[in-house]
């Protein structure tokens, strides 16, 4: 497979088969995705995974903060306040084709609400992973995280798996940082959902639109 393969196979799947992800492939994806380049070479990112044993406890943890009620307040705003063109109507396309996809009308309110709770079951996945990153650390630095997470994202690609980004765990932060044990000086970016694709789901079928190339760049 070559990086263009790598790039046009990765989507962000939302509905995973349970077979587990071994824990020496995911040691190897993260340790060449550690090359992925960084700003003064900081590597700012600080990973924790999830997995097996670890993944159980984690899925009953979150099952229980979930019955207990509403999220957590945000520690970084997700999205601007008020989110202008053109992002606005890229990301309410998006949302309308997953669900549309799931056959969930606009009204069903609870349904859609499920749905989002979906993102703190990981979508099923068997393993998972969480990205802090240290409170000191600016934009810079949280733009390096990318870098680092797509890299990974495509590593895991090229090892036959599949993941989704997950920027829902921000909600529920609390839980996040008190089951891993995280640094009080840093602060949760994401999680990622990391395993193999149900061919099945109808969710896995949506391909989110791109601008095209006029759009987003200019050549002077
Ligand atoms: C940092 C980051 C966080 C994301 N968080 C979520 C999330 O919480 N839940 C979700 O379903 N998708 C999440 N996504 C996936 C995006 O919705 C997805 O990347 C975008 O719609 C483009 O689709 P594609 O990844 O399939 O190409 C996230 C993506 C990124 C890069």
Not at 43 to 56: K, N, R
Not at 63 to 85: M, N, V
């Amino acid at each position: 497979m070559n990086v263009s393969e790598a790039v046009a196979r990765r989507i962000s799947v939302r509905a995973f088969l349970p077979d587990p992800v071994p824990r020496a492939l995911i040691a190897e994806v993260l340790e060449k995705a550690a090359r992925a380049p960084s700003g003064g070479n900081l590597q700012p990112w600080l990973v924790t995974v999830l997995e097996g044993q670890s993944m159980a406890r984690f899925r009953e943890t979150m099952r229980a903060r979930l019955a207990q009620g509403g999220p957590d307040p945000l520690e970084y705003p997700i999205y601007p306040e008020k989110l202008h063109e053109p992002y606005r109507t890229r990301r309410h396309r998006v949302g309308e084709q997953m669900y549309s996809l799931l056959g969930i009308p606009r009204e069903d309110r609870a349904a859609r609400l499920r749905r989002l709770e979906a993102n703190y079951d990981f979508f099923g996945a068997p393993a998972g992973l969480f990205v802090h990153v240290d409170r000191r650390m600016g934009a810079a630095q949280w733009a390096d995280l990318g870098m680092f997470l797509q890299t990974v994202m495509l590593l895991f690609v090229e090892a036959g798996y599949d993941t989704c980004a997950q920027e829902a765990w921000a909600w529920h932060h609390r839980t996040v940082d008190a089951f891993v044990g995280a640094d009080p000086a840093t602060m949760l970016f994401c999680g990622m959902a990391i395993g193999k694709r149900d061919p099945d789901a109808p969710v896995n079928r949506l391909r989110a639109e791109r601008a095209p190339l006029e759009e987003f760049a200019r050549f002077l």
